[in-house]
Nanobody, 127 residues
Framework: QVQLVESGGGLVQAGGSLRLSCAASGRTFSTYAMGWFRQAPGKEREFVAAIAMSGGRTNYADSVKGRFTISRDNAKNTVYLQMNSLKPEDTAVYYC????????????????????WGQGTQVTVSS
């Protein structure tokens, strides 16, 4: 069992930055990969970024490459999403998710690969 709690969302102007955090509890944090997804109104949930359990390997959606950075601090049981150069199309509810299958270098991009989800945090980017 894993519990995930996101924080750090809010309202920001286009071009601004936000850092999302996701605190995990339950199973040992360093034994599973983490991902960030987002869902805008009327749209399906989409992949944003993922990071392997050790933190050494990452994966990004093309739409956020070069602007977003995923990282993790296994000592603090927390994964982060640093979002820079935000655009109005980044507006969505952002969710963190945990993939509990033990695959040291894997960082999946499919929602079905993830076993636990946080409640989400709203990010709104104004133009």
């Amino acid at each position: 069992q894993v519990q995930l709690v996101e924080s750090g969302g809010g309202l920001v102007q286009a071009g601004g930055s936000l850092r999302l955090s996701c605190a995990a509890s339950g199973r040992t944090f360093s034994t599973y990969a983490m991902g960030w997804f987002r869902q805008a109104p009327g749209k399906e949930r989409e992949f944003v970024a993922a990071i392997a359990m050790s933190g050494g390997r990452t994966n990004y959606a093309d739409s956020v490459k070069g602007r977003f950075t995923i990282s993790r601090d296994n000592a603090k049981n927390t994964v982060y999403l640093q979002m820079n150069s935000l655009k109005p199309e980044d507006t969505a509810v952002y969710y963190c998710a945990a993939d509990l299958e033990f695959r040291p270098y894997y960082r999946g991009s499919q929602a079905r690969e993830y076993d636990y989800w946080g409640q989400g945090t709203q990010v709104t980017v104004s133009s």
